[in-house]
Nanobody, 125 residues
């Protein structure tokens, strides 16, 4: 089992920045690829970004490419999502997730094995 706890969400104006963190505990963090997803009210959970177990590969949704950056610190068992140039359409609950599949970065939320409880991000116009 892996336990994941997100933090760093909040209210920000359009054009602003936020940095989300996801702290992991339980099994060895570096055994997992990690992903960030988001879900707005009435919408399906949406892929945002993923990072490989070593941090050497990343993968982004087109909607956030160039604005968001995913990173990880395996010594701290933490994955981050730096979000810049935020837009109102980025408003959602953001979740981090762990994937036992280490050889591919995946964008399908159904492929991920462990989830955090989510953190709310609200971007005002």
């Amino acid at each position: 089992q892996v336990q994941l706890v997100e933090s760093g969400g909040g209210l920000v104006q359009a054009g602003g920045s936020l940095r989300l963190s996801c702290a992991a505990s339980g099994r060895t963090f570096s055994n997992y690829n990690m992903g960030w997803f988001r879900q707005a009210p009435g919408k399906e959970r949406e892929f945002v970004a993923a990072i490989s177990w070593s941090g050497g590969r990343t993968f982004y949704a087109d909607s956030v490419k160039g604005r968001f950056t995913i990173s990880r610190d395996n010594a701290k068992n933490t994955v981050y999502l730096q979000m810049n140039s935020l837009k109102p359409e980025d408003t959602a609950v953001y979740y981090c997730a762990a994937d036992r599949e280490r050889w591919r970065l995946r964008g399908d939320f159904r492929s991920y094995d462990y989830w955090g409880q989510g953190t709310q991000v609200t971007v005002s116009s």
